[in-house]
């Protein structure tokens, strides 16, 4: 461990947060000599602090312990370069229109990619009015499920959530031009749809 550059981060993040020392210390219960300490490079938290140091100053406990922060490039919110996340722990579902370091249940999280092969998931799409009605060919027993649909489109995202012994199927309005939905199924990861048009017209 670099003591003067874990130091350096520590007294960057302090005062993007605006703390004094004195106010880190008192929410660590030590003094504030002990984080000028830190500050100057002459010593390190002990491991017993981390958790409330990376708390307070807002900071992954794995960046300050390496003593540096590498900034990702400004998003330009660009939504079709959206990138979808799923805890295994808890199913907790994330995205992020860039990248970005995410986890969930102390678990780092890698971006699920998406397959165009959709034997096995194939879906029918039905145009009613101004909405899409699409069944979903799939089993939605408590294990094996479709978790989410998603239809990314120009500059947004239609999201729908599902559960087990859900019945497979729902409704989206329709957005003209070109988009891709997603359907992640707990077992198989997620797969991508490129041409509803394509689909409906083939179910005709």
């Given amino acids: 461990m670099d003591c003067v550059k874990l130091g350096q981060l520590i007294l960057q993040l302090r005062k993007e947060k605006g703390l004094t020392q004195?106010?880190?210390?008192?929410?660590?219960?030590?003094?504030?000599?002990?984080?000028?300490?830190?500050?100057?490079?002459?010593?390190?938290?002990?491991?017993?602090?981390?958790?409330?140091?990376?708390?307070?100053?807002?900071?992954d406990i794995l960046k300050l312990l390496q003593g540096e922060l590498n900034p990702n490039h400004v998003d330009t919110g660009k939504i079709d370069n959206i990138r979808f996340y799923v805890c295994p722990n808890c199913g907790n579902i994330l995205t992020s229109t860039?990248?970005?370091?995410?986890?969930?249940c102390g678990r780092r999280l890698y971006p699920l990619s998406a397959t165009?092969?959709?034997?096995?998931?194939?879906?029918?799409?039905?145009?009613?009015?101004?909405?899409?009605?699409?069944?979903?060919?799939?089993?939605?027993?408590?294990?094996?499920?479709?978790?989410?649909?998603?239809?990314?489109?120009?500059?947004?995202?239609?999201?729908q959530r599902f559960y087990p012994e859900q019945s497979p199927s729902f409704r989206m309005p329709v957005m003209r031009g070109g988009g891709?939905?997603?359907?992640?199924?707990?077992?198989?990861?997620?797969?991508?749809?490129?041409?509803?048009?394509?689909?409906?017209?083939?179910?005709?």
């Fill in 98 to 104: 860039g990248k970005a370091n995410i986890s969930c």
């Fill in 22 to 59: 004195r106010e880190i210390a008192a929410q660590l219960n030590i003094s504030n000599k002990t984080v000028s300490k830190w500050e100057c490079g002459k010593g390190a938290p002990d491991v017993s602090l981390w958790e409330g140091l990376s708390a307070i100053l807002g900071a």
């Fill in 116 to 159: 165009l092969e959709t034997t096995g998931h194939e879906i029918s799409v039905e145009e009613m009015d101004t909405d899409y009605f699409i069944v979903l060919q799939h089993d939605m027993s408590k294990k094996h499920y479709i978790s989410f649909a998603a239809y990314v489109y120009d500059d947004r995202i239609w999201f």
């Fill in 180 to 204: 891709n939905l997603y359907l992640y199924c707990t077992e198989d990861g997620l797969f991508k749809y490129s041409d509803l048009k394509k689909i409906m017209n083939k179910d005709r």
